[in-house]
């Protein structure tokens, strides 16, 4: 997987209609967009008992990873696990499908499946969940607009209505309780993006006032409770 650059932004209500706006001329809608360009994304993430993925976020760590199992609009077809790595305000994500039972047995701290697989990234959050005590910590739930562009392999996003399941752990549960974590005139916009930006795309996100900022959606949802 290509390191790739990454940016985030808190913006407002009006950035984003001005934004999709410009956006709507120049890109296209991701594959798991419904009729109105957008859809469900939730996500469980991975912490062990001292928070210790939550304070090397919060200490601003250059390199840090996080691991997460996530699905699009609840629907248990689209199951992965994800590692997401940072380094020097470069990223990258390593996936792997899930099945429910793989799934349900990773939230209840099993990993017993693990070694049959002989998948790589299933071994190494075995290893993590074996030493470092990592264990599913907090569901995050979001509505997700993405717009993407072949040239420069780009993608911009823009993420509302985030809200915390607090302590609970079954991403699977559709009646799951959830709060907000932010007000609700504010959304987060990332973009990513490999070797270049291309200009139209850079000029069409510029607010002119907005400076980027280390807005986690994890962090978010472990400090809202």
């Not at 001292?50 to 609840?74: S, T």
């Not at 997401?84 to 209840?108: F, I, Y």
């Not at 599913?136 to 739930?141: G, K, L, Q, R």
Request: hydrophobic share 40%; aromatic share 8%.
């Amino acid at each position: 997987m290509t390191w790739r650059h990454e940016w985030k932004h808190w913006i407002n209500t009006a950035d984003w209609i001005s934004m999709r706006h410009r956006l709507n001329c120049l890109m296209q809608h991701d594959a798991h967009s419904d009729a109105n360009g957008e859809y469900h994304v939730r996500s469980i993430y991975f912490d062990n008992y001292e928070a210790k993925v939550l304070q090397e976020k919060l200490d601003g760590l250059l390199h840090r990873e996080k691991y997460r199992i996530r699905l699009y609009n609840l629907d248990a077809a689209t199951l992965r696990l994800e590692r997401k790595t940072r380094r020097n305000g470069m990223g990258r994500k390593d996936s792997v499908k899930l099945t429910v039972e793989q799934c349900r047995m990773l939230l209840a701290g099993d990993t017993s499946f693990v070694e049959a697989t002989g998948n790589p990234l299933l071994l190494a959050l075995k290893c993590d969940m074996d030493t470092k005590l990592l264990r599913a910590a907090t569901v995050v739930d979001y509505t997700r607009e993405a717009f993407v562009m072949g040239a420069g392999n780009v993608r911009v996003t823009f993420d509302r209505e985030i809200r915390s399941g607090l302590a609970a752990t079954d991403v699977l549960d559709a009646s799951l309780p959830t709060v907000p974590t932010h007000r609700s005139d504010l959304m987060v916009l990332e973009v990513k993006y490999d070797a270049f930006l291309p200009g139209l795309v850079e000029a069409a996100v510029q607010t002119g006032d907005r400076r980027a900022s280390a807005v986690s959606k994890y962090a978010m949802s472990r400090q809202c409770g």
